[in-house]
């Protein structure tokens, strides 16, 4: 396993760059002439890419993070999140909160991250661990609403030591052995059905939210102070909820979630947590570790990003319908279109601080001029075909005031293209 000071460490920003202190121990294992991970779901976008050229060591990011082998247990990388300037930290934790605050988001999660369990897992310092934290806001914000619906109420099996009656099922094994052989003649175990909330999967809920307490109170550290008060304020407001129920005992135990679409928010909230339990190796005393096992994972930033804008965006045109994410058009699928009235547009969300001080590129430009010619474009948009629909393309700049205004949507023209405009957006940063 590779050592925590062994670890390659580099920040996300699209370029390549030559690294000059490359460590012996790096250099002696990386004998290829090339080694690359790509994302899962975007099989066209590298998370890194490390190459060797007669001992000239370059590497290459993308506009993921996170920590993945480069030769399995032997050299990793880790890749943290940086603006392009190298001067300060995208806050990406206050990005996801954030962008969760409308809960549509929970719907849009797929393609936010990959974690491939199947590899050997890599040491790191805790305080680099970036895969727990978007792990556990994700399933907060899930249960919270979970309980502001109410917890789902289904039949469940329970075995009970009965005095004096019987219900249900005789467990004749457990019987004989338990209350016959003991001369406990008035009692009888009992299996039956109860309807209720104390059900297998409100069970693992609340096994995972000790999980959660016990990392956040270890963990106060790792978020700004603002940011572990609402998540600590989360925890507070589920925890109530599942007091009526049990943790569930066998922490291995499968969970099956039956399909409901009033309670969709399970099947997400199961998985994440699992994912967590995972994480921590279903060993709670894990979770206050100075170091920590990872699997190898990868963050998208500039699906993120979307997240972020989508959720501005939905502030400022409230009405359900005026703003929707990722509609789909005959296999191509915009960022996010505006149907508000006067301001009805595509808008292209771009994680490309460059776009500060040059131009969008034209191959982003073109992308977003083919959105705005789509026949079904002008018909969910409601515009004449002899209109000209406006195009926007959102970007992050640290310089800009960091909202988003309707007045300000089409202030910024972008040239060349007609009614095509950018606009730039401060991302929070670590203080």
């Known amino acids: 396993?590779?050592?925590?000071?062994?670890?390659?460490?580099?920040?996300?920003?699209?370029?390549?760059?030559?690294?000059?202190?490359?460590?012996?121990?790096?250099?002696?294992?990386?004998?290829?002439?090339?080694?690359?991970?790509?994302?899962?779901?975007?099989?066209?976008?590298?998370?890194?890419?490390?190459?060797?050229?007669?001992?000239?060591?370059?590497?290459?990011?993308?506009?993921?993070?996170?920590?993945?082998?480069?030769?399995?247990?032997?050299?990793?990388?880790?890749?943290?999140?940086?603006?392009?300037?190298?001067?300060?930290?995208?806050?990406?934790?206050?990005?996801?909160?954030?962008?969760?605050?409308?809960?549509?988001?929970?719907?849009?999660?797929?393609?936010?991250?990959?974690?491939?369990?199947?590899?050997?897992?890599?040491?790191?310092?805790?305080?680099?661990?970036?895969?727990?934290?978007?792990?556990?806001?994700?399933?907060?914000?899930?249960?919270?609403?979970?309980?502001?619906?109410?917890?789902?109420?289904?039949?469940?099996?329970?075995?009970?030591?009965?005095?004096?009656?019987?219900k249900g099922k005789i467990l004749v094994g457990q019987q004989v052995k338990e209350n016959i052989v003991k001369n406990r003649l008035t009692k009888t175990i009992c299996n039956y059905q109860e309807y209720g909330i104390n059900t297998y999967e409100n069970q693992f809920l609340k096994l995972v939210l000790e999980f959660v307490g016990s990392w956040l109170n270890s963990k106060r550290h790792f978020f700004d102070k603002p940011q572990h008060s609402q998540l600590l304020s989360l925890l507070q407001y589920c925890s109530p909820a599942f007091e009526q129920v049990d943790i569930l005992a066998n922490k291995h135990q499968k969970i099956h979630n039956s399909a409901n679409p009033f309670y969709k928010e399970y099947i997400e909230a199961l998985k994440i947590g699992g994912y967590i339990l995972k994480r921590f190796s279903f060993n709670i005393t894990k979770t206050s570790a100075t170091q920590a096992e990872t699997p190898p994972f990868w963050i998208d930033m500039s699906k993120l990003f979307e997240l972020y804008v989508f959720q501005k965006l939905k502030k400022i045109f409230p009405i359900q319908g005026e703003v929707s994410y990722h509609d789909s058009f005959y296999g191509k699928e915009t960022d996010i279109l505006i149907r508000a009235a006067e301001y009805q547009c595509v808008v292209d969300c771009k994680y490309k601080p460059r776009y500060k001080d040059n131009t969008p590129s034209?191959?982003?430009?073109?992308?977003?001029?083919?959105?705005?010619?789509?026949?079904?474009?002008?018909?969910?948009?409601?515009?004449?075909?002899?209109?000209?629909?406006?195009?926007?393309?959102?970007?992050?700049?640290?310089?800009?005031?960091?909202?988003?205004?309707?007045?300000?949507?089409f202030e910024t023209d972008m040239g060349e293209y007609v009614d095509f405009y950018k606009l730039g957006i401060c991302l929070p940063v670590l203080n």
């Open 1 to 166: 396993m590779l050592k925590m000071h062994q670890l390659l460490y580099i920040s996300e920003q699209h370029q390549r760059k030559h690294l000059a202190t490359l460590p012996d121990d790096f250099k002696s294992v990386l004998v290829k002439a090339s080694y690359t991970k790509l994302f899962p779901y975007k099989a066209d976008l590298l998370c890194f890419g490390v190459y060797n050229d007669e001992q000239t060591f370059t590497v290459d990011s993308n506009y993921f993070i996170g920590v993945d082998w480069i030769v399995p247990k032997k050299a990793a990388i880790y890749v943290e999140p940086k603006l392009n300037d190298g001067t300060e930290e995208v806050d990406f934790l206050g990005m996801l909160l954030n962008s969760l605050e409308t809960p549509e988001n929970l719907e849009h999660l797929k393609g936010l991250f990959h974690v491939d369990y199947d590899q050997p897992w890599i040491t790191i310092p805790s305080q680099k661990d970036l895969l727990s934290p978007i792990l556990i806001v994700q399933f907060l914000k899930l249960t919270q609403r979970i309980v502001r619906k109410g917890l789902k109420k289904s039949y469940y099996r329970v075995t009970e030591n009965l005095n004096s009656r019987v």
């Open 362 to 409: 034209l191959e982003d430009k073109r992308q977003l001029a083919g959105y705005t010619r789509l026949e079904s474009v002008y018909k969910e948009l409601a515009i004449p075909p002899d209109k000209i629909i406006k195009g926007v393309l959102i970007y992050s700049h640290q310089k800009s005031p960091g909202k988003i205004h309707r007045n300000n949507l």
